[in-house]
């Protein structure tokens, strides 16, 4: 019996939606920015109600209830055991990699990333005066993997100190395995790289597929990173701006700390505190229900697309709630395929080439939707392509 119900279709419009409240046409289907057109879990609605109107809404610290709701869920999730003095507070992960970056590097010292990937990744590196070092993924039959060969010699220049490794990866969908992800942490430890590992999605694991913790797979590598996670993606909650940055070595985690305090970034928003642990402490269920949706969208998407769209090739996820669509076959890119998506098909969708130069002629959709919403879009896009 399912208990949580994902099929209702809100109104999101007038509630400061980055994605409903900034579209600049009110016919577009906005299917871009990473957030769920999902109430999030009623027991995480509950926590906050109950925080709320206790009122006195003042300075706060994170507590044991935030810690120990944490260390808990990344055991049984994750089968990551960690230490209560591992976790600093983080805003969001994009604010920390910022600060992350800022604790580890100088001006002019270059960072690896695997584009097509993220953009906030490059657009962080550039407004910090870093250098942006790519190490592009490959896609061989439909499946995007990492190029050892180019990592070993980018990883190999004095100037490479930093490497984000998006963990699954948005917007390709891979969930590494724990093969891949040995292989990136014996080359970054052999060139003193260090390796923050953005695992937001990290909850957002389709069936059959299995996350490794980057930090969890040896000592080793464990001292050498950082670890990014928060229950933003996972439970709907991006706006309340709430992450746990996960630092084992001592040494890493003081001159983070540094740079925290430099921001004077101590005080966590209080409903984002009260939030992330009523989500780990009582959200499992409703995940469990919702990756089964996202499934069944998965399936229906690419049912759709294989009948009725087959010049579009779906890169299958393996987590997230992003697909990525490689729609070269329609024979535009760039600017082009983008004015199609929204002045024909009437879709806002995250264009491929925000993501990297090797992303042109892709478009990623977020499918974290009602399947009403989802058949819409691909209505509309099957509309837009006939002929
Ligand atoms: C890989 C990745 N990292 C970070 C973020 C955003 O993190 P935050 O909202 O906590 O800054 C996103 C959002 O889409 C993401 O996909």
Known sequence: MKKYDFDTVMDRRNTCSMKWD???????????????????????????????????????????????????????????????????????????????????????????????????????????????????????????????????????????????????????????????????????????????????????ILRGYRHTVFASINDDFSRNSVVCVAPTKTFNMAGLQTSAIIIPDEKLRALYGDVLECNFMRRPNLFGIVALEAAYRHGEAWLEELLDYLQGNLDFMTDFIGRYIPQIKIIKPEGTYLVWMDCRALGMKGRELEDFMLNKAKLWLDEGYIFGDAGDGFERINIACPRATLAEALNRLHAAIKP
Request: net charge negative; charged share 25%.
């Open 22 to 204: 900034t579209n600049p046409d009110t016919s577009l289907l906005p299917l871009w920015v990473a957030d769920m057109d999902f109430s999030g879990p009623p027991e995480v609605i509950e926590a906050v109600r109950k925080r709320a109107e206790a009122g006195a809404y003042g300075y706060t610290v994170p507590c044991d209830g935030y810690y120990g709701a944490i260390i808990d869920w990344m055991k049984r999730r994750h089968r990551f055991d960690v230490k209560k003095d591992w976790i600093k507070f983080g805003p969001g992960v994009v604010p920390a990699l910022n600060m992350l970056m800022h604790a580890y590097t100088q001006p002019g010292d270059k960072v690896i990333i695997q584009t097509p990937v993220y953009y906030p990744f490059f657009v962080s590196i550039k407004n910090n005066h870093r250098e942006i070092l790519d190490n592009p993924l490959k896609l061989r039959n439909g499946r995007y993997e990492m190029d050892f060969d180019d990592l070993e010699i980018k990883a190999r220049d004095p100037q490479a100190k930093l490497m984000i490794l998006c963990s699954p990866h948005n917007p390709v969908g891979r969930v590494w395995t724990k093969e891949e992800l040995t292989r990136l942490g014996e080359i970054c430890l052999r060139n003193n790289v260090i390796v923050l590992s953005d695992e937001i999605h990290n909850d957002l």
